[in-house]
């Protein structure tokens, strides 16, 4: 039941919902209303022109209009509009009427091409779902009609199921833009732009290029099989008297520095699987178990200073997503020296990858073919500084092809069979730029799955090449995130295949085939080419993929069928692979228009000796402890919270169910919160240690959020359902009108054990030495604008593991091991999920007899500083679980920094810091260790919160900006 007026004018309904018509008309005049809506709808002076003063439609049978304002039932505002003529689309926008900025809205979808009936049944549906919008919670859209989900799937857009930790908050994905959209207003906006259209537009030419091109002739694929077996001579390398004669050389060396430990030396990457090209490095792995003597540092500086004292020139390289390596040259060939761990990926992918080159000669073949496309193509990061593929990802990309061509096994799956006919080299080289064309795309590259891995928009980017490393399960591929390489891939794959899979004479192809970014430099080139200009001369640099203009006549191409082997012409050179394109140059560390290497950001410098005055740690003391008298949660505050969070579980009690129980948890529970701290709090049930599995932790936060909306004592209840932990976030009232934030999720049972150890962290300095330097490092920190993990820097509790980590490592250590040092009994043994998260828990006398280290706060805090500026990040994981320490390449982490959890030791703290962030923080520590002993005032002040930088840490700051680095070194976009 509806009335529907336009603009101003009022229409009434009856039960029915059907339409009350004026006496006045008649079925006589029934033809002339027609012409007089119309009227009505286009007059300015709307409800009068028709000469009426009522009249009324029902949903099922108003006159469609386009752009036309309609008003139902006082209630929602529809609007009929036509989306871009390219989209060729229908746009139906709903929203509810009144002057609220917030007010929400709902957009459905349709084809140009539907008809009235379509277009008002979708109105009908598009108000229902409106209504149960405005009934639910902030972060729940319904469900789209099945026509717009058909439409939108036909322009590549998706809605989202599962959300995305970037964006939670968005329903909408276009796969072709890797863009999330949130709302339907959103998507429209999305539909009409240009890059989205030209994106369609091109994959659309592809796909109908690759189905125009027939498969080679016998003779095509003999002459091209000639030019590829040259091709391949040309680049024969006979490396194996120089490795050896490396092998050699770095076991002597190794024996007169390290003899007395245990070591080992293993040839890795292409010079390990016989794949090497003629520019290739010989990389040797040694391989040693972190040792007390001396770090992986000092060890790897020790071996560079030998090689140079024997006369060769060594490089000590530390660069970060990179291991730690000293480069060398000797007798012309150069050797890159890696400190591995025996358990290293890079050593297990060598092996796998040997593996599959012993089951036919013909993939050692195919694998160094490939590498030599990449290469020559500037594909690859070794010509290009860290922009591209590893080589090894290459042969991830040919292992991967010919595993979907049947003619590789999957090696870790039971059935191996596979394909044992004879290869063609030249017909398996087209194939596999078709299939990379094809499938640019929505395939994840892999080779430990039988079948594709389709990319689902939310773990896989889609306009990013995606190849999975085996052991790391991560993409190989590391760059910046605004880089053109993968246009510039595609592109690549796209112009080798034209190039070698059309026949082609020593005069020209057998097809006109054009390829260009814009349409625009479609016209320049026309333009340049009556100028006389030669083209080939003008180089491109790659912005986007190509738009295709082509000229097929199939006859031609089936014509060649009768060709000699000697009338086709092919060339294996860079301009065939590329065309005119160059690659954008991009700095991987600040997106700068350069190389890495020449990039002036990661230059950290060393960190000498400090010597701090007496009176200089006397300030630091007083501002130590100023800070944390002024801000440590009081005890009546945390008093005040306990009531509350025992009325509000009263409340649920009452209302949800009779088992829940809420414990709080988080800093404000670890006596490591400041007074201003917001407040997390789990819901369990009572008798359930483990997640209960008959309802998700969303239906239960949905549920909890809609009754606390009823709840007295609470104010801006928000659901949050789309994040990775779903919460509800809300203000609580407490005693003298305080207000508190607080977070409630569902079973966080790891984040309970996590509370619970560093509480009894807390304990072991009764002088609370701990408590006051974890606020002061949070407050520095958060200051020094590296304390906020929502813009990918330190969250509160990375930096509380990383002074525990320090405190340990002091001597004699301020805090001790808990979860190795004493012997944890039964009743302390303790499990969440498939983490063991026991630990000691020692009685007060115990702590007392172990307190050693009385040195003050103020030392102990440069000392935090100081420690981190010497820190080897490149090769040690920050951890306070254990004594020994445990390497990156252990755990497989190539994060610039890695900050490991006590109990789920997957989860590297800092995961989301980039490079450019890890510098900043590093310079913020450097910068502030050398404050502590600075004699001027203006390095450090003593105020009640504030840290007020020196006049070096400006400039630091401002030199950044200007290289674009900005000053958090966030890479988000």
């Known amino acids: 039941m509806a009335s529907i007026k336009i603009e101003k004018f009022n229409m009434l309904s009856n ?10 008309l008649s079925e006589h005049n029934a033809r002339a209303n027609r012409a007089q809506r119309l009227a009505y709808y286009m007059s300015n002076n709307s409800g009068t022109a028709a000469g009426l003063k009522q009249i009324q439609y029902t949903l099922e049978n108003f006159p469609i209009i386009r752009d036309i304002k309609i008003l139902v039932d006082d209630k929602f505002e529809l609007i009929v509009s036509s989306l871009s003529p390219r989209c060729e689309g229908i746009f139906i926008g709903v929203k509810m009427q009144g002057g609220s900025e917030d007010k929400k809205e709902h957009g459905e979808f349709l084809p140009a091409s539907a008809g009235d009936d379509s277009i008002r049944k979708t109105c009908v549906e598009g108000i229902k779902k409106l209504e149960i919008l405005e009934q639910s919670s902030s972060t729940h859209r319904p469900p789209l009609s099945k026509c717009s989900i058909d439409f939108l799937s036909q322009n590549k857009i998706e809605t989202v199921d599962e959300p995305s930790e970037k964006f939670p908050k968005a329903h909408f994905y276009c796969e072709n833009c890797d863009f999330y959209m949130e709302t339907s207003k959103s998507v429209k906006d999305h539909l009409e732009s240009d890059l989205h ?93 972190i040792s ?27 660069d970060m997503g990179v291991d730690t390596s000293v480069t060398f040259m000797i007798n012309n060939t ?22 599959y080159c012993s089951i036919r000669s013909e993939v050692p073949q195919f ?41 590789l096994p999957i090696l870790n799956e039971k059935d191996h069979t596979f394909g044992c006919e004879i290869w063609n080299m030249a017909d398996l080289f087209i194939n596999f730029f078709r299939y990379f064309a094809q499938k640019n795309r929505r395939v994840v590259v892999q080779i430990t799955e039988n079948g594709e891995l389709v990319r689902n928009g939310i773990t896989w980017r889609r306009n990013v090449l995606h190849v999975v490393d085996p052991f790391r399960r991560d993409n190989v591929m590391h760059m910046p995130s605004d880089s053109t390489w993968h246009s510039y891939f595609y592109n690549c794959v796209l112009q080798t295949f034209i190039s070698f899979s059309i026949p082609s004479t020593k005069n020209e192809p057998l097809a006109n085939i054009t390829l260009f970014q814009s349409k625009s430099e479609l016209k320049q080139e026309n333009i340049m080419m009556k100028s006389g200009v030669n083209l080939a001369n003008v180089k491109k640099i790659c912005t986007t993929e190509y738009f295709i203009s082509e000229n097929i006549n199939l006859e031609n191409i089936l014509a060649a069928h009768n060709l000699d082997s000697s009338h086709f012409y092919f060339e294996f050179k860079p301009s065939r692979f590329r065309g005119r394109l160059e690659m954008e140059i991009k700095c991987a560390y600040c997106n700068g228009p350069h190389l890495y290497d020449k990039c002036i950001l990661p230059d950290v410098p060393a960190t000498d000796e400090i010597d701090v005055a007496d009176e200089r740690y006397d300030a630091i003391d007083e501002m130590i402890d100023e800070y944390y008298g002024a801000n440590i949660m009081q005890s009546h505050r945390m008093s005040m919270l306990n009531v509350e969070v025992r009325k509000l579980e009263e409340y649920l009690a009452e209302t949800y169910r009779t088992d829940v129980t809420l414990t709080l948890f988080g800093s404000i529970m670890t006596g490591l919160s400041v007074n201003c701290s917001d407040a997390d709090i789990c819901l369990r049930f009572k008798g359930q240690d483990d997640e209960p599995k008959e309802w998700t932790g969303k239906e239960v936060i949905a549920d909890i959020g809609e009754i606390l909306k009823g709840y007295e004592q609470t104010e801006k209840v928000e659901i949050v359902l789309n994040a990775k932990v779903p919460i509800v976030k809300m203000q609580l009232k407490m005693a003298h009108d305080e207000i508190l934030d607080i977070d409630i999720c569902f079973y966080n049972s790891l984040a309970l054990q996590n509370t619970a150890l560093l509480r009894e962290y807390t304990r072991w300095t009764p002088d609370n030495r701990f408590a006051k330097l974890a606020l002061f490092v949070k407050h520095w920190a958060k200051q020094c604008d590296i304390g906020n993990a929502s813009i990918g820097s330190l969250s509160s509790y990375s930096q509380v593991i990383m002074l525990i ?46 307190q050693h280290n009385k040195e003050s706060c103020a030392r102990l805090f440069v000392g935090f500083l100081e420690f981190y500026a010497r820190f080897d990040f490149q090769n040690v994981v920050i951890q306070c679980r254990q004594n020994e320490a445990v390497s990156k390449t ?84």
């Not at 992986?296 to 030998?306: A, E």
């Open 197 to 289: 259209l030209d994106d369609i537009e091109k994959q659309t030419m592809r796909m109908n290029l690759l189905r125009k091109i027939p498969n080679p002739s016998e003779m095509h694929l003999f002459a091209l099989n000639r030019v590829l077996q040259e091709a391949q001579n040309r680049n024969v390398t006979n490396k194996e008297r120089d490795v050896q004669m490396v092998l050699s050389y770095l076991s002597n060396v190794f024996l007169s520095l390290i003899g007395d430990c245990e070591f080992k030396i293993e040839l890795f990457g292409s010079s390990a699987l016989d794949l090497m090209l003629e520019n290739s490095d010989v990389n040797v792995a040694l391989i040693t178990k």
């Open 15 to 24: 039960r029915d919902g059907g339409i009350r018509r004026h006496d006045a």
């Open 805 to 850: 980590g320090y405190l340990q490592q002091c001597s004699p250590p301020v805090l001790p091991r808990i979860q190795e040092d004493f012997v944890i009994s039964d009743s302390e043994q303790r499990n969440a999920g498939k983490w063991n998260t026991s630990f000691a828990q020692s009685s007060d006398e115990e702590i007392w007899k172990w």
């Open 292 to 318: 007390k003597k001396f770090t992986t540092s000092q060890l790897m500086r020790m071996i560079q200073k030998k090689i140079q004292g024997d006369g060769h020139k060594a490089e000590y390289k530390m």
């Open 334 to 355: 150069h050797v890159r020296l890696c400190h591995l761990h025996s358990s290293s990926g890079q050593l297990k992918l060598t092996k796998l990858i040997q593996k």
């Open 367 to 407: 694998l160094r073919l490939i590498r030599q496309w990449a290469s020559e193509s500037d594909l690859d990061d070794k010509n290009r500084l860290r922009i591209g593929l590893p080589r090894y990802g290459f042969d991830l990309l040919a292992i991967h092809f010919l595993q979907q061509q049947n003619l």
């Open 890 to 973: 252990e755990k497989g982490w190539r994060r610039a920094l890695c900050v490991e959890d006590p109990f789920n030791l997957d989860h590297n703290l800092t995961g989301v810091v980039s490079n450019k962030m890890f510098l900043f923080i590093r310079k913020e520590d450097l910068q502030h260790t050398k404050s502590a002993a600075s004699a001027k005032k203006s390095a450090i002040l003593l105020t009640s919160v504030h840290f007020v930088m020196n006049e070096e840490t400006k400039d630091m700051h401002e030199k950044e900006e200007a290289i674009g680095a900005g000053k958090q070194g966030s890479d988000r976009k």
